[in-house]
């Protein structure tokens, strides 16, 4: 199969609108979360936990879509300067 510059930018294109409504779900349910927990003087505990619970795939997320595009970014520096 041969490789075309058009349906890797659409592969791209779905791929990066794809991130975006992951990452604005995962940030306002974390803020939700947080906000929550605020809101509430009693089960702190429990609320702390479940902010927790929706804070830290928002932070795995954005670590590993920061670590793929810095590996992107090497790969294409590295075959520019081949």
Same mark, same amino acid.
């Given at each position: &199969? ?6 890797? $930018?659409?592969? *791209?294109?779905?791929?990066?609108? =794809? #991130?975006?409504? &992951? ?6 349910? $974390?803020?939700? *979360?947080?906000?929550?927990?605020? =809101? #509430? ?9 479940? $902010? ?31």
């Amino acid at each position: &199969m041969t490789y075309h510059q058009s349906s890797a $930018a659409s592969v *791209a294109t779905v791929m990066a609108a =794809a #991130t975006v409504i &992951m990452i604005g779900y995962r940030v306002g349910r $974390a803020h939700a *979360a947080w906000r929550d927990l605020r =809101a #509430t003087k009693r089960d702190v505990p429990a609320k702390r936990k479940i $902010a927790w619970s929706h804070t830290r795939p928002l932070l795995l997320g954005t670590l590993f879509a920061l670590a793929t595009f810095f590996a992107t970014l090497f790969a294409a520096a590295y075959d520019a300067g081949r």
